[in-house]
């Protein structure tokens, strides 16, 4: 549901879409962003469908990197399951309603579904300037 002043949507109706890379490992993507038309900010949300299987595909913020982000500092909700998060070679337990804030754009992070159905909302932008849409979303919603 969608007026000029606010949009309202579900997790159960934002279709997951398979994260591609070499493996299929389970990593799904719902366009949260795109969905409710957000501009001030990247929200998504990523999961699992099995346990076990990438909730977060590793990867920085940098703004040079092959993703296309400014820099961003992401805060990463655990909102179903249980995750298993690794920031920068240290191990977070994150079961659900655990948040995580990355402020460090530079610092590698992933998170792995202990659950099926591990569902993490990831909200990011840089810090002190204007947000611009990462290049693998917009490939990503070019190509779905």
Not at 26 to 41: I, K, M, P, T
Not at 68 to 86: I, K, M, N, Q, S
Not at 90 to 107: F, I, K
């Amino acid at each position: 549901m969608s007026n000029s002043a606010y949009a309202v949507t579900s997790l159960a109706a934002l279709a997951p879409v398979p994260v591609t890379d070499e493996t299929d490992d389970g990593n799904e993507w719902r366009a949260v962003r795109h969905a409710l038309d957000v501009r001030a900010f990247g929200v998504n949300v990523f999961g699992n469908r099995d346990a076990g299987g990438a909730a977060i595909v590793e990867h920085d913020e940098r703004e040079d990197s092959e993703h296309g982000t400014d820099g961003h500092e992401e805060l990463y909700v655990v909102l179903r399951g249980h995750a298993v998060f690794t920031i920068g070679g240290e191990t977070v337990d994150a079961p659900s309603g655990t948040m995580v804030l990355v402020r460090d754009p530079n610092v590698l992070r992933s998170a792995v579904g202990k659950e099926a159905d591990t569902q993490v909302l990831c909200v990011g932008g840089p810090v002190g300037r204007a947000y611009h849409v990462a290049e693998w979303e917009k490939r990503a919603l070019a190509d779905g």
